[in-house]
């Protein structure tokens, strides 16, 4: 079967409803294992135990910055393609990636006042990430305000593109200014500078808020595809008894 056979919404909520329970419970044993690997991992020697807020931080910022690359993706679609399911996908997408941004710059700041002396400072990382929160709540605004959901649709998609940007500037950001945030230690030339005690819990916590991802994106797209065919049986049932009314 092809990709593009599940542009038909019933086909494609044949698959979600048939995924989505697989999906959650690999979510619920992934986080059972991360937890259990990130409670015993050992402490740092100099941040002690406050380096394992690192296990909801890390996965965090992963997700605030899939979410929005997502929506770009979903964007193309939208622009290019016209495929059906695209801005149900990036408006999907947009509420999940703007709570897990949320959630890493809150967790930042609370790692940051123990290691650093300070909740907040205008660093390139902290910045840029404080920009993509901003660059969600533009979206979300577009797509709940807009009183034509098609021409929000389009805007929400242009600024999804024009946001991509921020993107690489979040990522390079530590090698490209010299500011208080370290340098990458995971994904970088020469291998990970972790030690596997703590890499392994890590990235079992990050696949489980991954699958944890999904798991909310498959959710919130077959609830957002019925709302709006609920929304055509109401238009069509009041147009109907107007046009019986004329």
């Known amino acids: 079967m092809a990709l593009i056979d599940f542009a038909n919404p019933t086909r494609f909520l044949r698959l979600v409803n048939a995924v989505l329970p697989w999906l959650a419970a690999a979510t619920a044993i992934l986080f059972a294992i991360g937890l259990y690997r990130a409670i015993g991992a050992p402490d740092d020697y100099q941040q002690g135990a406050t380096v394992k807020i690192m296990f909801l931080h890390v996965p965090a910022a992963w997700l ?3 979410g929005w690359g997502l929506m770009s993706v979903a964007a193309l679609g939208t622009l290019v393609w016209r495929h059906p399911l695209a801005d149900v996908a990036g408006k999907a997408a947009a509420p999940i990636g703007a709570a897990f941004t949320f959630i890493c710059l809150v967790t930042g700041s609370l790692w940051g006042r123990p290691t650093w002396g300070t909740y907040w400072v205008w660093d390139a990382r902290l910045t840029s990430m404080l920009v993509l929160l901003l660059l969600y709540l533009g979206v979300l605004a577009l797509y709940w305000t807009a009183e034509d959901p098609g021409r929000g649709a389009r805007a929400a998609a242009i600024l999804s593109l024009v946001g991509a940007v921020n993107l690489p ?45 999904f798991t909310l ?10 709302r709006r065919r609920v929304r055509t049986m109401q238009l069509m049932e009041a147009q109907r008894f107007a046009e019986a009314g004329a």
């Open 64 to 66: 605030g910055m899939m």
């Open 169 to 213: 500037i979040i990522k390079f950001s530590v090698d490209w200014w010299n500011t208080l945030h370290q340098p990458a230690s995971i994904l970088r030339i020469g291998g990970s500078a972790i030690d596997p005690s703590i890499l392994t819990p890590l990235l079992i916590m990050a696949a489980a808020f991954t699958c944890l991802f």
């Open 217 to 226: 994106h498959l959710a919130v797209m077959r609830n957002e595809i019925l």
